[in-house]
């Protein structure tokens, strides 16, 4: 079973950057599509932006559409969400989830989850 661990959260004052890190301790993610999703309080879970194998990327929320960037470096068994500019709606759990054969904003095509990091934009 694969099994995700987020990290890189924390609070942080508008404007900031962080980077938030995806990584699975005993299998390899090479194959899998991983997509970052954000639940906000009393929202829904969104979907953020996903990364295919081959390291192509699909950016599915408006709202970030130029601060946030997927990346994955395999070597460390690691996908990254880079989140700059950061603004209080950004404020949420972040989850990392994984799955096959292609990339879905759809929460329910996920095969695994993690845990989520929270990130919380306040000043």
């Known amino acids: 079973q694969l099994q995700l661990v987020e990290s890189g959260g924390g609070l942080v004052q508008p404007g900031v950057s962080l980077r938030l890190s995806c990584t699975a301790s005993?299998?390899?993610?090479?194959?899998?599509?991983i997509g970052w999703f954000r639940q906000a309080p009393g929202k829904e879970r969104e979907a953020v932006s996903c990364?295919?194998?081959?390291?192509?990327?699909?950016d599915y929320l408006d709202a970030v559409k130029g601060r946030f960037t997927i990346s994955r470096d395999n070597a460390k068994n690691t996908v990254y969400l880079q989140m700059n500019s950061l603004k209080p709606e950004d404020t949420g759990v972040y989850y990392c989830?994984?799955?096959?054969?292609?990339?879905?904003?759809?929460?329910?095509?996920?095969?695994?989850w993690g845990k989520g990091t929270l990130v919380t934009v306040s000043s």
């Open positions: 989830a994984a799955k096959l054969f292609h990339c879905s904003n759809y929460v329910g095509d996920m095969k695994y």
């Open positions: 005993e299998f390899s993610l090479d194959d899998y599509y």
């Open positions: 990364i295919t194998s081959s390291s192509s990327s699909i």
